[in-house]
């Protein structure tokens, strides 16, 4: 099973940018990666994903803000997070799938089969 080790969180201000990084060992690097969140006191929900095929999810909240990109030969997942928002802050984790895709509509946490520690992002505004 593939390990994955998070980093790049940290305390920003509103409208400042941050670059999520995750790094896999131990297995293959998988073709269908997702970055995930949970808030305090909320359930964690997905926020981007990519597939094998090439092809990124984001959720509606994220849209436009957020980007999603891989490295394959780094083993290497990356959210960059622009113009962030208080509502972004929360423990953002990364996740690793034997899968190849997400089945319509979205991502769910039942893909993936590796999960990383989570790396804390604070916005204050």
């Known amino acids: 099973q593939v390990q994955l080790v998070e980093s790049g969180g940290g305390s920003v201000q509103a409208g400042d940018s941050l670059r999520l990084s995750c790094i896999a060992s131990?297995?293959?690097?998988?073709?269908?990666v997702g970055w995930f969140r949970q808030a305090p006191g909320k359930e964690r929900e997905v926020v981007s994903a990519?597939?094998?095929?090439?092809?990124?999810y984001y959720a509606d909240s994220v849209k436009g803000r957020f980007t999603i990109s891989r490295d394959n030969a780094q083993k290497t997942v990356y959210l960059q997070m622009n113009s962030l928002k208080a509502e972004d802050t929360a423990v953002y984790y990364c996740a690793a799938s034997l899968r190849t895709s997400w089945r319509w509509p979205s991502p769910v946490e039942t893909d993936f089969n590796s999960w990383g520690q989570g790396t804390q992002v604070t916005v204050s505004s």
């Open positions: 990519v597939n094998w095929f090439g092809s990124t």
């Open positions: 131990g297995g293959t690097f998988s073709s269908y």
